[in-house]
Structure formats: structure tokens, C-alpha cells
């Protein structure tokens, strides 16, 4: 079993510019969650993605947008990207909880620089 | 809306020493807690998480929690640190599923020799 992998590991882009950072969840997993995780901080919900619309959403404007495919993999994109957005991107992928909680494990990130 | 406050950005122990990590949360309603380890240049590990079964919960690497409902705290003891629990912890709270937290800004656990 893979994990959740995400690509690519590390991003320098420049202001202004857009990016997608993709996810593919653990193997018999449905749901895909992003977070942003600044220098120093706690990763920040960003969305999560089931059944290919996205579900909950946390603070974050719509220059961040997301994706997710039939076989439930994902993609984060962010538009007009800004200095601010400098940070390392996780994404975790879980069971959709019908009944009881499941556990969500996360990837290995991708470090986006903005330049 | 949910919080969470981990008490120290930093704790540096001996190792043998015991380790305290603290977490306090603001809730209106129990929710689901979980508390996750992250080595450098790596995503999340869970390290154990509360479901509002047992009050004592055991995770991986010999590390227990105690859910205090009362005091609205998951602190993290561990009697005996060793150099390979040198990394930043995260405690996080969840209403609806593990997919969707809200994480403290995490403690960086330093292990001297």
C-alpha cells in the first residue's frame, strides 16, 4: 500500500502565477482533504472532496479551488498565487464516516515556494 | 466554533525524562481528538486519537492521553523520552470526521543526551 502520495515534493513559483498540486488518497479511501500548513503553524483546513464535489470548506478565498476524479484522487489549484501562500500544502485522505469516526492519514506535502 | 491551544512552542526534556505536551481545546460539544507527530520535511503522523470511548487512550511509541472533559484538556504524558521523539506535535479536534480538524499550532519536543 502506497499511502497518500502527493506530487510534486517541492514548487517555486512566481507571484501572480497559478498551480495545481495533486493527491492520490490510500487505497480504499473516498475522501480527500487539503490543508495549508504555514512556517511555524498548524496546518488550516482548506476543503475537503467526496464523491467528486467538494463537501466543507474552511476560510480560505476561491483562488483556491480543488478537484477530485473518479477514482478519487485530487487536485488543489490556486489562482494569482501571492507571497502569502508560501507554505507546505498537506493533503489527507480518510473513509467517508457513516457510522463512526475513521482515521485520516496524510501525505508527505508539497512545499510551494512563491517568489 | 472549535479551538485549540497547545501551551509551549517549545519544550526541551532529557532523555529519560519524563515529557508533558498540553493541549486544551474550546468546544460547545465533545468532540473527537487526536494528536499527530511530524518529523521534519514530512506530513502528519497519528499518533493516537479519542472517540469518546475510554478517558485513557494508548497511541503508537508508547505515548497515552487522558481525555479530561472537565478541564477541556488532552495532554500528552510520556514517562521516559528518547531521542527519537524529537519532533513537533500537533494536537487536533474534530466534530464531524478526521478529514476535517482543527489543529493547534504544535510543540516542538527537543531530547537532549
Known amino acids: 500500500d502506497a499511502g497518500v502520495t502527493q506530487s510534486p515534493t517541492h514548487l517555486i513559483k512566481t507571484r501572480g502565477q497559478q498551480v495545481t498540486l495533486r493527491c492520490s488518497p490510500k487505497s480504499g479511501h473516498d475522501t480527500v482533504s487539503w490543508y495549508q500548513q504555514a512556517l511555524g503553524q498548524g496546518p488550516q483546513f482548506i476543503f475537503q472532496?467526496?464523491?467528486?464535489?467538494?463537501?466543507q470548506r474552511g476560510n480560505f478565498p476561491d483562488r483556491f479551488s480543488g478537484h477530485q476524479f473518479p477514482n478519487y484522487s485530487s487536485e488543489l489549484n490556486v489562482n494569482a498565487l501571492l507571497l502569502g501562500d508560501s507554505a507546505l500544502y498537506l493533503c489527507?485522505?480518510?473513509?467517508?464516516?457513516?457510522?463512526?469516526?475513521?482515521?485520516?492519514?496524510f501525505g508527505q506535502g508539497t512545499r510551494l515556494t512563491v517568489v | 466554533a472549535q479551538s485549540v491551544t497547545q501551551l509551549g512552542s517549545h519544550v526541551s526534556v532529557s532523555e529519560g525524562a519524563l515529557v508533558l505536551l498540553r493541549c486544551n481545546y474550546s468546544?460547545?460539544?465533545?468532540?473527537?481528538l487526536f494528536w499527530y507527530v511530524q518529523y521534519p520535511n514530512q506530513g502528519l503522523q497519528l499518533l493516537l486519537k479519542y472517540t469518546s470511548a475510554a478517558t485513557l487512550v494508548k497511541g503508537i511509541n508508547g505515548f497515552e492521553a487522558e481525555f479530561k472533559k472537565s478541564e477541556t484538556s488532552f495532554h500528552l504524558p510520556k514517562p521516559s523520552a528518547h531521542m527519537s521523539d524529537a519532533a513537533e506535535y500537533f494536537c487536533?479536534?474534530?466534530?464531524?470526521?478526521?478529514?476535517?480538524?482543527?489543529f493547534g499550532d504544535g510543540t516542538t519536543l527537543t531530547v537532549k543526551p
Open positions: 487536533a479536534v474534530s466534530h464531524t470526521n478526521a478529514g476535517k480538524s482543527t
Open positions: 472532496y467526496y464523491e467528486e464535489e467538494e463537501r
Open positions: 468546544s460547545s460539544v465533545p468532540p473527537y
Open positions: 489527507a485522505s480518510s473513509s467517508f464516516p457513516l457510522v463512526v469516526l475513521t482515521e485520516a492519514f
